[in-house]
């Protein structure tokens, strides 16, 4: 049993009262103070973290700076060797360069030398065929052949390019254009046309050598005859055979006795040989003289019902109406500025 005065007394009630109460007003304060120390602690391992993390990533860089520092001193040493080999090798190239150099001063010489020839000889080449063009126009008048030259001589001026050249290719323009104004002759034509007549006078037909054709049996068909009167009238046929009569339309045919035919053709080539001998000297006179004779012995001595005479006669016609003498000119402007030329390099 326990006492009848267990109950506490007023007073320790009191105590407890107001100490309850205390602790009911200071909790606040203290759940500030807990919390403001939880949230420095946080702040404070973070940045602690935050510290650990910088002074790491600074080493690694710190080492990675050293690495690259002694990578990039290795590589300053073997640029500094690279540098002396390319001044050993300048060095080198700067000896070649002036030995180069005093070659390339032979070989200009040289080469000047070498031109001078190449243009010397090219020259000698202009005049040449300024030279043969002169004497193609004055000795055989063949005026294409002068042409030619002419522009082979301003082709290899023009291929020098030289401005000291000019009045010797402008002389050579002059004299080609009076060349070219020149009226055209068909020299090698007409060689070839009286060439082809030469050939075919033999066969050509004699005007005392034609007998006229058979006519034909128009009639009917005869009966047969007997053996004895077919023998006579063989034997009859041979019999007239022997004994010819011809008519001439003409009163002035001349007659040719047997053998005289060849002698005829050959005077006819003559003649035609002697007229193509004048074409190429340009002998207008001798060219048509030939051809008329020509044309007159065809006329008495042979058969103008012929087509191959026929087809002469009008080739000879057509060529005897062809100028053939042409009055050339001369290359005077072209020698002077050629001489000229000459005498200006002679004084230098």
Same mark, same amino acid.
Not at 130 to 157: E, S, Y
Not at 244 to 258: G, K, N, S, V
Not at 283 to 289: G, I, L
């Given at each position: 049993?326990?006492?009848?005065?267990?109950?506490?007394?007023?007073?320790?009630?009191?105590?407890?009262?107001?100490q309850?109460?205390?602790?009911?007003?200071?909790?606040?304060?203290?759940?500030?103070?807990?919390?403001?120390?939880?949230?420095?602690?946080?702040?404070?391992?973070?940045t602690?973290?935050?510290?650990?993390?910088?002074?790491?990533?600074?080493?690694?860089?710190?080492a990675?700076f050293?690495?690259?520092?002694?990578?990039?001193?290795?590589?300053?040493?073997?640029i500094?060797?690279?540098?002396?080999?390319?001044?050993?090798?300048?060095?080198?190239?700067?000896?070649?360069?002036?030995?180069?150099?005093?070659?390339?001063?032979?070989?200009?010489?040289?080469?000047?030398?070498?031109?001078?020839?190449?243009?010397?000889?090219?020259?000698?080449?202009v005049?040449?065929?300024?030279?043969?063009?002169?004497?193609?126009?004055?000795?055989? +008048?063949n005026?294409?052949?002068?042409? !030619?030259? @002419?522009?082979?001589?301003? %082709?290899? /001026? $023009?291929?020098?390019? =030289?401005p *000291?050249?000019?009045?010797?290719?402008?002389?050579?323009?002059?004299?080609?254009?009076?060349?070219?104004?020149?009226?055209?002759?068909?020299?090698p034509?007409?060689?070839?046309?009286?060439?082809?007549?030469?050939?075919?006078?033999?066969?050509?037909?004699?005007?005392?050598?034609?007998?006229?054709?058979?006519?034909?049996?128009t009639?009917?068909?005869?009966?047969?005859l007997?053996?004895?009167?077919?023998?006579?009238?063989a034997?009859?046929?041979?019999?007239?055979?022997?004994?010819?009569?011809?008519?001439?339309?003409?009163?002035?045919?001349?007659?040719?006795?047997?053998?005289? +035919?060849?002698?005829?053709?050959?005077? !006819?080539? @003559?003649?035609?040989?002697? %007229?193509? /001998? $004048?074409?190429?000297? =340009?002998? *207008?006179?001798?060219?048509?003289?030939?051809?008329?004779?020509?044309?007159?012995?065809?006329?008495?001595?042979?058969?103008?019902?012929?087509?191959?005479?026929?087809?002469?006669?009008a080739t000879?016609?057509?060529?005897t109406?062809?100028?053939?003498?042409?009055?050339?000119?001369?290359?005077?402007?072209?020698?002077?500025?050629?001489?000229?030329?000459?005498?200006?390099?002679?004084?230098?």
């Amino acid at each position: 049993m326990m006492p009848e005065n267990d109950s506490p007394s007023p007073s320790t009630s009191n105590t407890t009262v107001i100490q309850a109460a205390s602790a009911k007003r200071l909790s606040p304060w203290l759940l500030v103070a807990i919390a403001a120390l939880a949230v420095a602690g946080w702040q404070w391992f973070e940045t602690r973290q935050k510290l650990v993390g910088m002074q790491q990533e600074l080493g690694r860089r710190l080492a990675e700076f050293d690495t690259a520092g002694k990578e990039e001193h290795g590589a300053q040493k073997q640029i500094r060797e690279q540098v002396d080999a390319l001044q050993a090798r300048l060095g080198a190239l700067d000896g070649r360069l002036t030995e180069f150099q005093g070659q390339s001063a032979t070989l200009q010489g040289l080469y000047q030398d070498i031109a001078r020839s190449r243009e010397e000889v090219a020259l000698l080449e202009v005049e040449q065929s300024i030279t043969l063009a002169g004497q193609q126009l004055q000795l055989a +008048g063949n005026v294409p052949v002068a042409v !030619l030259a @002419l522009q082979t001589a301003d %082709a290899q /001026l $023009a291929h020098l390019d =030289r401005p *000291q050249y000019l009045p010797l290719r402008k002389a050579i323009g002059k004299d080609l254009g009076r060349l070219n104004a020149l009226p055209f002759v068909d020299t090698p034509g007409l060689s070839l046309r009286l060439e082809q007549i030469v050939l075919g006078v033999d066969k050509l037909a004699l005007a005392t050598s034609t007998r006229p054709e058979k006519a034909a049996d128009t009639e009917k068909a005869v009966p047969v005859l007997p053996w004895w009167r077919q023998t006579g009238e063989a034997i009859w046929d041979e019999v007239k055979g022997l004994v010819r009569i011809q008519r001439f339309d003409r009163e002035d045919t001349a007659l040719l006795a047997p053998g005289q +035919g060849y002698f005829l053709r050959e005077n !006819l080539k @003559l003649r035609l040989l002697n %007229a193509r /001998l $004048a074409l190429f000297s =340009r002998d *207008q006179w001798t060219f048509r003289n030939e051809l008329k004779v020509v044309q007159d012995l065809l006329a008495r001595h042979f058969d103008a019902n012929d087509k191959a005479v026929q087809a002469a006669q009008a080739t000879l016609r057509q060529m005897t109406a062809t100028e053939i003498n042409v009055e050339l000119p001369t290359l005077n402007d072209s020698q002077a500025a050629l001489r000229n030329l000459r005498q200006g390099k002679e004084k230098r």
